[in-house]
């Protein structure tokens, strides 16, 4: 059997996220509290105590998903993948997890991503929505026929493509991709529009953090979300994560090259289940398209 280690991204956040470990590992609770020191905030108190408008925060929700998921990683007796990668932000934990990564470095890079995305997001009004029951290339056909800027932003599985970029943008793909056949068209509740051009500053920004920062060689491959595939260069890996905050997520992708690889079982490592349902949904249409 050949596990296969994930981490989510941002929207997998929620109250009380962490406290259990906290409580129960002494390991854990040392990571947390040195974690504080590093951002300076008391952020243990937010993702234990706070509320979900408090979570919402990119500059909150990113480094606290960072943190459960590593710490989890850390503290687990049987952590020992063969490959692992991470949706969007969680491809820093999963960088971290890895050993490409200390802990502070990778924490450090996810505050100051989270940081220039916020920033961004306040210079840029713009937004993000779900495309549900469409196939990918009608998606992108209607995001390419919109004037305003509007992107494939992440491809999760199946059925499901999130477009990002401008409000009458995303606006505009939603009505014609409605009037397509899609099931859903659903705005997210999200600060902006992350992976798509309107992320230029912040790739910028985080560009020269990841270009300061110390990567290692993973303790085994990582499937990064812009290339897809098995990579284990520490500088093709920094190439790969500066581009990632304005391409698309190839969550589909990667999973499917995963699964090729050998890929039997998958563990999510972090809060909710989210990537284990996406995981299914790239399973099945992979059968489908077998047994045809």
């Given at each position: 059997?050949?596990?296969?280690?994930?981490?989510?991204?941002?929207?997998?956040?929620?109250s009380?996220?962490?406290?259990?470990l906290y409580?129960?590992?002494?390991?854990?609770?040392?990571?947390?509290e040195?974690?504080?020191?590093?951002?300076?905030?008391?952020?243990?108190?937010?993702m234990?105590?706070?509320s979900?408008?408090?979570l919402?925060?990119?500059?909150i929700?990113?480094?606290?998903?960072?943190?459960?998921?590593?710490?989890?990683a850390?503290?687990?007796?049987?952590?020992?993948?063969?490959?692992?990668?991470?949706?969007?932000?969680?491809?820093?934990?999963?960088?971290?997890?890895?050993?490409?990564?200390?802990?502070?470095d990778?924490?450090?890079?996810v505050?100051?991503?989270?940081?220039?995305?916020q920033?961004?997001?306040?210079?840029?009004?713009?937004?993000?929505?779900?495309?549900?029951?469409?196939?990918?290339?009608?998606?992108?056909?209607v995001?390419?026929?919109?004037?305003?800027?509007v992107?494939?932003?992440?491809?999760?599985c199946?059925?499901?493509?999130?477009?990002?970029?401008?409000?009458?943008?995303?606006?505009?793909?939603?009505?014609?991709?409605?009037?397509?056949?899609?099931?859903?068209?659903?705005?997210?509740?999200?600060?902006?529009?992350?992976?798509?051009?309107?992320?230029?500053?912040?790739?910028?920004?985080?560009?020269?953090?990841?270009?300061?920062a110390?990567?290692?060689?993973?303790?085994?491959p990582?499937?990064?979300?812009?290339?897809?595939?098995?990579?284990?260069?520490?500088?093709?890996?920094?190439?790969?994560?500066?581009?990632?905050?304005?391409?698309?997520v190839?969550?589909?992708?990667s999973?499917?090259?995963?699964?090729?690889?050998?890929a039997?079982e998958f563990?999510?490592?972090?809060?909710?289940?989210?990537?284990?349902?996406?995981?299914?949904?790239?399973?099945?249409a992979?059968?489908?398209?077998?047994v045809?």
């Amino acid at each position: 059997m050949t596990k296969a280690y994930v981490f989510p991204g941002q929207g997998a956040q929620f109250s009380g996220m962490g406290k259990d470990l906290y409580e129960s590992s002494s390991d854990a609770k040392t990571l947390f509290e040195q974690a504080n020191e590093i951002l300076g905030i008391n952020i243990t108190d937010t993702m234990f105590n706070g509320s979900d408008e408090d979570l919402k925060q990119t500059k909150i929700t990113q480094p606290a998903v960072f943190l459960h998921s590593v710490i989890l990683a850390k503290t687990m007796d049987d952590f020992n993948p063969t490959m692992v990668a991470g949706h969007s932000l969680g491809e820093i934990s999963a960088l971290t997890a890895a050993g490409v990564l200390s802990f502070e470095d990778g924490l450090m890079l996810v505050s100051i991503r989270a940081q220039a995305m916020q920033k961004a997001c306040e210079q840029n009004p713009s937004t993000m929505a779900a495309i549900l029951g469409l196939d990918d290339s009608v998606v992108e056909e209607v995001c390419d026929s919109i004037d305003d800027v509007v992107v494939a932003a992440n491809y999760n599985c199946p059925g499901q493509l999130v477009i990002s970029g401008t409000n009458e943008g995303v606006n505009s793909a939603c009505e014609i991709l409605k009037e397509k056949g899609a099931k859903r068209a659903l705005p997210l509740p999200v600060g902006g529009a992350f992976h798509s051009p309107l992320m230029e500053p912040a790739r910028e920004e985080l560009a020269a953090a990841i270009n300061n920062a110390d990567f290692s060689t993973p303790s085994c491959p990582v499937y990064q979300n812009v290339s897809t595939k098995a990579e284990t260069d520490p500088a093709t890996i920094k190439e790969n994560l500066i581009a990632q905050l304005t391409a698309p997520v190839k969550w589909t992708q990667s999973v499917q090259n995963m699964m090729a690889d050998g890929a039997t079982e998958f563990v999510e490592v972090g809060p909710g289940r989210a990537l284990q349902g996406m995981i299914k949904k790239v399973d099945r249409a992979a059968q489908v398209s077998g047994v045809s």
